[in-house]
Every structure is written in structure tokens, then in C-alpha cells.
DNA sequence: TCTGGGGTCCTAGGACCC
DNA sequence: TCTGGGGTCCTAGGACCC
């Protein structure tokens, strides 16, 4: 038996534990750049605001309905992440999916009472984070996922839906819309709706050299996880990232070959840092530049180059560097970019790696900088050790609703008032 | 004025090798 | 009447996820 919980609304649910008074008022979060909705509370939802609309176009919906707008704070929402988390491991194995997600692992534990059990988890996630989560169980993760949306449809279910029972699960997959199952995205969602399949029930009936034929082994996989067959694996352990990427929008466009210069730099630097975070050297790096698709009146440039590194590198004085040398490139004088990314690939751990004879850099002395540098901006916070190619002028962000770092910062930790 | 960011997996087709 | 065939690696593009 597999769970899925899933944290409610996550981002504006960890808002509102700040701060009460958000209870029962709408929500939303806003992407970096404060450019597009990217999460909302139910409330917002029902004001008809949906995910990705960017603000400016919502702007006075969310003024006329007294909607609490906020800035992405992905260190505070980080943080809550690791608290649910931990909390669900006292359970079962977890695999944590995404910020907000959890599979959790319940074989060999048939017999128990898995809907009072399930209850019990959603209500102490709940008492000691203060996140409402909806919590799926069910025989098969894909299954899993579809009950764990039908707490959150359902709030008299109190956060959690056990489905095992095969009339249940027909039922449920009966009146399941097909564009709402985990793995059907838009364009299957058209092929299946164009040949008359609207549910996920429909879909189980279909025969499968049909659906591997049209929807390859994943949608094979789909198909017998609906059915009741656990065919996608758990993986307790999260696997090593095969690339690694850092890729942002400008504030405003620019065509200063500087200002993107540094970003690049910067967005390089953070990469690096990750890259070195998981123990791994890449072989590959990716910088890329792209205008502003929006203002189609001007010139559109989007190009992106890949160099092949003779020998791997974690470190971020090479990958800043090689990365100015692309982006130079690449730059074309006139343009006004709007975003810019970095990307890490080839990735392999750091042990036993193949070194050039001819390689002129003292890879030790690197490894001995960046171990420094790591461990003081650990100590002291994020970039305040920096290369003299990002700058200590940080990428500049527009992030004019942010909350507080309830959470990570002792400057910041919430005050109770005790009266007597 | 203002439109996010970071990932994964699969397949088809071309290049290349023997 | 009729061009060999099979394997591997790489890349681009498409699909999806949160």
C-alpha cells in the first residue's frame, strides 16, 4: 500500500502559519520577479484566479477582494518542507517528491487499520506545522494520488482517503476526469478526450497495445498503476540530479553586455555551489540568453551554446569563467535580454574522475578555495563570499511582497506574548 | 510598465562502426 | 529487378511533473 501526502496550498499555507489573520482570506504567491501566480488558497481560487496568471493582470481583482499577496520566499517554504517531512518519516519510509509532496511506503504493513492510521498522520502534520495536508492511500502510487485529490475535494474526508476496495476504486475512477490523472498532461488529455476518453476509468478499458502505442511505457505504466498493478517503483533515497540549472528573468530587460555579464556569472556561481552540494563534477555547461518574447516589436534573439569541458570541474572560478566565454559568444549587441540561464549537465560523482595530463590547473588549491568559500557562506549566509566575476552586486530581483524568514533567521523568529 | 523556475523520461532519427 | 544488416551512441524534440 502506497500513501501520497500532499501539502494543501502549500506556499500560501506556509504564509498563513505567520500569520493568522490570513485564515479564511484569499492567498496568492507570487513566482521570483513577482511575475506570475504560482500558488493560492482556496479562496483565491474561487475569486477565479488561476496558477500562472501573471500579476499585473490580476492586480485588481486582488485589490478589490483584499487578497494577501506575497513574494516567493523558498527559504521559508524549504524549511516547512523539511518539518513535514520529517514528521511523515515517524510512519513509513518516505520518498519525497517535490517541496510538497511525499510517497510514503506502507508495504508490510497490511492488517493495519490504514484509514484510522492515515487520520492520525494528517492530524499531526497538521498540529505541528500548522499545514493542512491531504493524504492519499491506496495500492498503487497513481492510485495514491488519485485519492489523495479527492481529500482535498472533499474536506469531509479530513485529510485523508483510504482506497483499496476494487468497487471503491471503479466508483472513484469512474467519475475521475482524465486530464486530472497523474502522467496526462494537456496534449494527452486532447488525444484521449478526441477519442472519446473522459475518465479514468474509460481510460483502464482501453486496450493496452493502444496505449503504448500512442502514449509509449509511460503511458503503459499509467494504465496498469490505474488498474491496480504497482508498477512504478520507491525510491527512498533521492537520486543524484543529471543536471543542474539556474536560469532567471531579469527585473527589466537590458542589452548592457555588463549586467548580463554578472548575472551570468552569478547564476553560474549558484550552480556550481549546488553542483558541489551533491558531490558531483559536470562535464558539460549550457549558458543560454533569450529576449522578451512579450514585446514582439523588438528584435527577438534566443541562443544558447554548450561547451565540453576536457576535465570535469565542480569549480566556481572554471565554471564562472567558461561561462563568460559562452556568454560572449553568444551576445548580441542591440538585443534586449530578459532572461538568462546556466546549465550544469554530464554530471558524475566526484570520486574517480579521469584527469587530463595536460591540464594546467591546480584542481587542489580550487577544491581547498571552494571548500572556504562554501563553509563561510554556511557560517555567514548565502554569497557573502562571491568571485569577482558575479559581483558583489547581487542579481537584482523584484520581490516587493516578501515575508519574513520566520523560520532560518534568529532575527526573525516570531514573538508570543504571554498576558496573564 | 508588469508574463517563473527546475527537473525527469522516452522516442525517433542520424552518424558511425564492424 | 532491386541496394546488407545489426548494434550503439548521441541529439533534438516532445511529453510530463511540481
Request: some cysteine; aromatic content about 10%; glycine content about 6%.
Amino acid at each position: 500500500m502506497y500513501g501520497l501526502a500532499d501539502c494543501n496550498n502549500f506556499y500560501a499555507s506556509c504564509e498563513r502559519v505567520f500569520d493568522p489573520s490570513l485564515v479564511g482570506r484569499p492567498v496568492v504567491v507570487l513566482s521570483n520577479n513577482d511575475g506570475c501566480v504560482i500558488a493560492r488558497s482556496n479562496e483565491a481560487k474561487r475569486l477565479g484566479i488561476k496558477m500562472g496568471d501573471p500579476y499585473f493582470q490580476i492586480r485588481d481583482l486582488a485589490r478589490r477582494n483584499r487578497v494577501a499577496v506575497f513574494s516567493a520566499n523558498f527559504a521559508l517554504y524549504g524549511d516547512m518542507s523539511h518539518r513535514v517531512m520529517s514528521l511523515l518519516r515517524r510512519y513509513a519510509p518516505t520518498e519525497v517528491y517535490s517541496i510538497d509532496e511525499s510517497f510514503l511506503d506502507f508495504s508490510g504493513m497490511e492488517g493495519i487499520d490504514f484509514d484510522a492510521q492515515g487520520h492520525e498522520i494528517a492530524r499531526t502534520v497538521r498540529r505541528y506545522t500548522g499545514i493542512p495536508i491531504s493524504l492519499g492511500i491506496a495500492p498503487t502510487k497513481t492510485l495514491a494520488k488519485v485519492a489523495s485529490k479527492l481529500c482535498k475535494q472533499y474536506p469531509k474526508l479530513g485529510g485523508c482517503c483510504f482506497m483499496h476496495r476494487p468497487q471503491d476504486i471503479e466508483k472513484v475512477l469512474r467519475r475521475f476526469p482524465i486530464g486530472e490523472v497523474w502522467g496526462v498532461g494537456r496534449r494527452y488529455e486532447k488525444l484521449l478526450t478526441t477519442h472519446g476518453i473522459a475518465t479514468a476509468w474509460d481510460f483502464t478499458q482501453l486496450p493496452p497495445q493502444w496505449v503504448q502505442a500512442k502514449m509509449s511505457i509511460v503511458g503503459l505504466r499509467m494504465w496498469k498503476e490505474l488498474r491496480g498493478e504497482a508498477c512504478i517503483g520507491f525510491e527512498e533515497a533521492p537520486a543524484d540530479k543529471k543536471r543542474i540549472a539556474t536560469t532567471r528573468t531579469f527585473a527589466h530587460d537590458t542589452a548592457d553586455p555588463e549586467e548580463v555579464h554578472r548575472c551570468v556569472a552569478q547564476y553560474a556561481a549558484v550552480c556550481a555551489e549546488k553542483l558541489r552540494h551533491q558531490h558531483s563534477l559536470c562535464g558539460e555547461i549550457t549558458v543560454f540568453i533569450l529576449t522578451n518574447r512579450y514585446r514582439e516589436s523588438a528584435p527577438q534573439h534566443y541562443e544558447s551554446r554548450l561547451r565540453k569541458l576536457s576535465v570535469p570541474t565542480d569549480s566556481t572560478l572554471e565554471l564562472t569563467q567558461h561561462a563568460a566565454q559562452l556568454l560572449r559568444s553568444i551576445f548580441r549587441t542591440g538585443a534586449a535580454y530578459k532572461r538568462a540561464g546556466v546549465i550544469l549537465s554530464d554530471l558524475r560523482p566526484k570520486t574517480g574522475v579521469q584527469t587530463d595530463l595536460f591540464d594546467p590547473t591546480d584542481r587542489l588549491r580550487h577544491d581547498r578555495l571552494m571548500q572556504v568559500m562554501d563553509r563561510m557562506n554556511g557560517m555567514y549566509g548565502r554569497y557573502k563570499i562571491v568571485t569577482a566575476a558575479a559581483g558583489t552586486e547581487f542579481f537584482t530581483m523584484n520581490r516587493n511582497h516578501l515575508s519574513q524568514p520566520y523560520t532560518t533567521d534568529w532575527e526573525h523568529i516570531t514573538r508570543v506574548k504571554c498576558t496573564r
